[in-house]
């Protein structure tokens, strides 16, 4: 509940005029819940790739539209997207957003109840089927039935320069169509009306019950960025091309910059100074406090500033693509190999070696609670590469050719040091 939402007595005559009045202290407050509800809708823009009408935080977007939409075109270049059924951030994403796996939200309830980075990732052809299905959505109607689906994806692969060939009597090729389709589900631009979904699951094509699907005209509008750019692009770069948002000159380019350092605040887990490019990082040790005070006070989140770079921290696990740490084995693997890291930061990298025998004494320590044989190597080197890709994923190492380099955010999970203060020898 809100603090304008208590009951207050009224105040007695002239009263509430003044600085001390409760008038004054209940419009502070007003202030106060309406700032922190557009930080909360921003957040939740921030968190879903559509925000739909069905979810709480629509409302808030609703109502504190146009200082969102201000908001998000000033600090971050984003566009505020606000229709009938959903709300969406539109704009182009950080380079390490381009590297993350895009998660497909599981159809039962037991999946979609599982962390989010354990839900299976749009793989590459599911990506290019994706966008075939779009272009097959967009010259169809309201409603499709799956096997037309198919089949006008199969004719949008043809008419494509150069051609994409289909084959959906390919089980592989089914799977990755079918995993299109649940991305395109879950974010509600289909809606599976009628029908089994068993006709365009990963099991045998066909069948009698066949699934029908309605379309989300005005959330399939949202799903591209640029349509008419995408329609022209031949690579990845046509398709992320922002050129045209940004005056030449060099206030434009300063521009551009403010706009790609605040959005690596807000979406990547740290902006690191070695990262940047010489350009982007004298731009950001110029406007540091100022670009952190921002981006602070749209979303929420408190600033944590250390040598290395800048965080935004959350206090709960919002705008968190993975949950980390948890009581999941190779989570708990990853997060004691932390003490590792930091302990030896200066070293260029550390070996694959190295970290298999760095597992090899967790593993010899806690296999009680592991349920791992540290005798087996097989299930070593199992843990170890699981260990390395989850601290990678998580920005907390990079992974070279001959081993692993630490990075600074680890730091961050590293054991305490405990000091006893006045402690006898």
């Not at 146009?66 to 075109?73: D, H, I, M, S, Y």
């Not at 070695?274 to 005070?293: I, K, N, S, V």
């Not at 989570?331 to 930091?342: E, G, P, R, S």
Request: hydrophobic share 40%; net charge negative.
């Amino acid at each position: 509940m809100s603090a304008h939402d208590h009951h207050q007595p009224a105040p007695m005559p002239g009263e509430g005029r003044g600085r001390g009045g409760l008038a004054g202290s209940d419009s502070d407050a007003r202030r106060a819940d309406t700032a922190e509800e557009r930080r909360a809708a921003l957040r939740a823009l921030l968190d879903n790739a559509f925000l739909g009408a069905d979810q709480p935080a629509y409302a808030l977007v609703r109502r504190h539209e146009q200082e969102l939409a201000r908001t998000c075109a000033d600090l971050l270049g984003y566009r505020l997207e606000v229709g009938g059924t959903a709300a969406r951030l539109v704009g182009t994403p950080t380079e390490a957003a381009l590297r993350r796996p895009l998660p497909v939200r599981p159809a039962s309830a037991s999946g979609r109840a599982r962390p989010r980075d354990e839900w299976p990732a749009l793989g590459d052809r599911a990506a290019v089927l994706v966008l075939l299905t779009l272009a097959a959505l967009e010259r169809g109607g309201r409603q499709t039935a799956i096997a037309e689906l198919a089949r006008d994806v199969s004719r949008a692969g043809a008419d494509a320069q150069p051609p994409v060939p289909i084959d959906f009597t390919e089980r592989a090729e089914r799977v990755a169509f079918a995993d299109g389709l649940d991305l395109l589900t879950s974010w509600g631009v289909l809606e599976h009306t009628a029908g089994t979904r068993a006709s365009f699951s990963r099991a045998e094509p066909g069948g009698e019950d066949e699934a029908l699907l309605t379309v989300d005209r005005r959330r399939l509008a949202l799903v591209l960025r640029n349509p008419v750019a995408a329609l022209g692009a031949a690579s990845l770069a046509d398709l992320l091309g922002d050129g045209d948002a940004y005056a030449p000159t060099a206030e434009g380019e300063n521009r551009r910059r403010m706009h790609r350092l605040a959005r690596r605040l807000v979406e990547d887990p740290a902006v690191l100074l070695e990262d940047l490019e010489e350009g982007d990082r004298a731009y950001f040790l110029r406007q540091r406090q100022r670009l952190e005070e921002r981006a602070a006070e749209a979303t929420g989140l408190a600033v944590e500033r250390r040598a290395e770079g800048t965080a935004l921290i959350a206090t709960d696990r919002t705008l968190t693509d993975i949950a980390f740490p948890t009581n999941a084995t190779v989570k708990q693997v990853a997060l004691l190999l932390c003490d590792v890291l930091v302990s030896q930061q200066d070293a260029a990298v550390i070996s694959d070696e190295a970290m298999r025998e760095h597992v090899h004494a967790l593993l010899v320590r806690h296999a009680e609670h592991w349920q791992r044989d540290p005798g087996d190597p097989v299930q070593v080197s199992r843990l170890t590469r699981d260990a390395v890709t989850l601290l990678c994923a998580l920005d907390l190492a990079i992974e070279e050719a001959d081993g692993v380099r630490p990075r600074p955010l680890a730091a961050r999970f590293r054991s305490p040091e405990l000091r006893v203060s006045g402690a006898r020898a």
